[in-house]
C-alpha cells in the first residue's frame, strides 16, 4: 500500500514539472521580441543622477531592469529570474520606510496574521464551545452571526482607522474579524455534534463538566474546529494582503502596491508568488494538524 502510494506521488511530482516546464515555455515564447528585436539600452546616469537615486533609497541597477521591462511589456523569465536572485540575496535589509527586503516584509505581515488569528481564536473556540454545548444560545445568537459574517473584511476597515487611529492594530482587527466566524461556527458544529452515547457514558460515570470538555468533547470535536482555523487562517492571508495595500507602510501587501507604483512588474509577479507559497505553506501546516486530531476507526 505504502509503495503504491509513493509511486502515484512519484509520478504527480514528475507531472507537476513537467507543468511547470510547459508553462515556463510558453510564458518565455509569449514575451520574446518580435522578429529577435530587443529593447533600446537604458542610458547611462551621471554620477549627480546616481548619487541622488541613493540618497532617495533606491538602486539604479535593479530599477534597470525594472525599467526595461515596463518599456518592453510583460516581464520574460529571465528578468523574473533575475528579481527572485535580487531579492532572495538580501532579504532582510532595512534601507528606508519604501526599501525593505521580502523577508522584512513577510515578518511584518506574519505578525499581523498571527496576533490577529491568535485573539479570533481565544474568543472564537470557548464561545463556539458554549454555543455548541447550549441549543438555547444557539438560537439567541445565530441571527447575530448571520448577520455579520458576511460582512466583508475590508469594510471593517474605514471604521477601524476612524475608532482605533493606528493603521497597524486596524490591520490586526481586519484579520481578527475575518478569521473569527469560521473558527466560532466548525466549533460550535464539532461540539453539537460529538455523539450523545460518549456524553450519557460520561454523565454515567459523573465527569465533571471541566473535564468532560477536555477529555470527551474536545477530542471528538477537533477535527471540525481545526478545519475552521484551516479556513480561517487561509481567509486571513487572504485579507491581510489587500489591508496591507490600504493601510500601507509596512508588508508584502504594500510591497505590491508600492511596486506596482514603481511599474515593476517583476518584483509584483515575484511577490504575488512568495504569497501563494506562504500561504501554502500555511494551509499544509493546518493539514498537518488536522491530519494527526483525526480518528480513524
Partial sequence: MNTAMQAQGFRAGL???????????????????????????APALTAEQLEYAKLMGKDPG????????AKSGFPTPAQMGAAVVHHLSSPFYDKGPNDKGIGLQL???????????LLAALVAIPLGFVIGMSPLLHRALDPFIQVLKPISPLAWMPLALYTIKDSSISGIFVIFICSVWPMLINTAFGVAGVRREWLNVARTLEVRPVRRALQVILPAAAPTILTGMRISMGIAWLVIVAAEMLVGG?????????????????????AILVIGLVGMLLDLAFAKLQKAVTYVD
Fill in 15 to 41: 507531472l507537476s514539472m513537467a507543468l511547470l516546464l510547459g508553462l515556463l515555455m510558453v510564458w518565455h515564447v509569449a514575451t520574446r521580441p518580435a522578429g529577435g528585436a530587443t529593447a533600446p539600452a
Fill in 62 to 69: 535593479a530599477e534597470a531592469g525594472a525599467a526595461q521591462a
Fill in 107 to 117: 515578518a511584518h505581515s506574519l505578525g499581523r496574521v498571527g496576533l490577529g488569528y
Fill in 250 to 270: 509596512t508588508g508584502i501587501g504594500y510591497f505590491v502596491w508600492n511596486e506596482w507604483n514603481n511599474l515593476s512588474l517583476p518584483n509584483v509577479i515575484f
